[in-house]
């Protein structure tokens, strides 16, 4: 199991943006398919954005040209850059280790999120 630790929401007005952080432990994250996921109220979680190995990116059409993923494999780490934020966004994010890169399909526990709340 990889751990991981979520980091950098908060509570920004519409239009603002947000980095999000997540450490992942164990010397195998660079070979890792990374996603981050939502979950909002009474909603089920879901995949916003997924990363390669390689570096290749994929998207919700929600958050397509607003959200962008990418990694440091030297500092286990995955980000979420949030720009033009809008109320629907608000959520817990939670990021995980995608069992391959094209499934949604989480591979490791989650972490404890961090909570996005976008509001004026």
């Known amino acids: 199991q990889v751990q991981l630790v979520e980091s950098g929401g908060g509570l920004v007005q519409p239009g603002g943006s947000l980095r999000l952080s997540c450490a992942a432990s164990?010397?195998?994250?660079?070979?890792?398919?990374m996603g981050w996921y939502r979950q909002a109220p009474g909603k089920q979680r879901e995949l916003v954005a997924g990363i390669s190995s390689a570096g290749s990116t994929r998207y919700a059409d929600s958050v397509k040209g607003r959200f962008t993923i990418s990694r440091d494999n030297l500092k286990n780490t995955v980000y979420l850059q949030m720009n033009s934020l809008k109320p629907e966004d608000t959520a817990v994010y939670y990021c995980?280790?995608?069992?391959?890169?094209?499934?949604?399909?989480?591979?490791?526990?989650w972490g404890q999120g961090t909570q996005v709340t976008v509001s004026s």
């Open positions: 995980n280790v995608l069992r391959v890169y094209y499934s949604d399909s989480p591979f490791s526990s």
């Open positions: 164990g010397s195998m994250f660079s070979i890792y398919a």
